[in-house]
């Protein structure tokens, strides 16, 4: 009780102490509170799938199916939604393990064209299915240090999208420029990853790092995207000391632009 403290003790520091601890009430209290609907997302998302794989199953084992080209279109769909399933849950428990902390970056000089060569070449298959053409912009002799599989974690993730929400013929432009500092305080390097796709409505934009935040429900669904992928972006690019933003008009395309500090040093 306050009953008797003389009103001097409003500039001691027990009155900023106490001011502290409500604030930290509240945080847990919104802590609580996402965690609860990421649980209840989570749970949403889960089920989505695995409801498809029993019902095509049941009508399967019901003997309902005689001809034989709709029986093997059930099983891809079985398939489809169970590597949908492995897919979500790989996400959830990356997320997860990076939002307790619970990796270690494993920093090193990495080669940042070559990065960008091997990022291509693992989504050279679907970009090639949609005709649509990665560019690279990447100076030769430019190395950034950082942990190499979380920073092709995060661009493979940034120029899949931008493959996934571009029309067929379309166009994923890498972009990486140096500065110097001068113009910042430490030397940093810029990705630029620029698509000529669908965009992001304006209203969208602040929202699309949340997780399973997604513009179109049904076009990330059929592009096989878990809503994941930019919450894990942004929490990596994050752990590397960097920035990520982003500017997109609607109907004419999106630019995703990571910074990272050109030195780092192991934390
Ligand atoms: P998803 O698995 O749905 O792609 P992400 O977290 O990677 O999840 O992205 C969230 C949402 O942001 C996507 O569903 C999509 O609506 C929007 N988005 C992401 N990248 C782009 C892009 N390059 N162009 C248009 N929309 C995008």
């Known amino acids: 009780s306050l009953d008797g403290v003389p009103m001097t003790v409003l500039h001691d520091d027990s009155y900023h102490g106490m001011l502290f601890l409500f604030q930290d009430v509240s945080d847990i209290r919104r802590l609580e509170r996402m965690r609860s609907e990421f649980v209840a997302n989570v749970s949403h998302e889960l089920k989505t799938p695995v409801a498809a794989v029993q019902g095509f199953a049941e009508t ?20 489809d939604e169970g590597d949908r399933l492995n897919r979500l849950i790989g996400d959830i428990l990356d997320l997860s393990k ?48 950082a942990d190499e599989d979380r920073l092709r974690q995060i661009f493979i ?50 929202r699309i790092f949340e997780r399973f935040y997604r513009v179109d429900k049904a076009r990330s669904r059929s592009s096989g995207g878990t809503g994941l992928g930019l919450s894990i972006v942004k929490h990596l690019v994050e752990l590397h000391r960097g920035t990520i933003s982003v500017e997109s008009e609607f109907g004419i395309g999106s630019t995703f632009i990571v910074e990272l500090p050109v030195l780092q040093e192991n934390p």
């Not at 019901?62 to 059930?74: K, P």
């Not at 070559?114 to 430019?142: D, N, W």
């Not at 890498?174 to 990705?191: A, P, Q, S, W």
């Open 98 to 145: 990076i939002e307790s902390r619970r990796i270690q970056l494993d920093y090193a000089p990495v080669h940042v064209l070559t990065l960008f060569q091997s990022v291509s070449k693992v989504l050279e298959g679907s970009a090639e299915q949609k005709r649509i053409e990665i560019r690279l912009q990447v100076p030769e002799e430019l190395f950034v240090e």
């Open 157 to 206: 993730n940034l120029v899949g999208n931008g493959i996934s929400y571009t029309p067929e013929g379309g166009r994923v432009t890498i972009k990486v420029e140096e500065f110097l500092h001068g113009e910042y305080d430490e030397d940093r390097v810029r990705f630029s990853i620029a698509d000529n796709g669908l965009g992001i409505p304006k209203k969208d934009l602040p």
């Open 60 to 79: 399967l084992l019901s003997g309902g199916v005689n001809d034989e080209d709709t029986a093997r279109s059930f099983l891809k769909i079985i398939y």
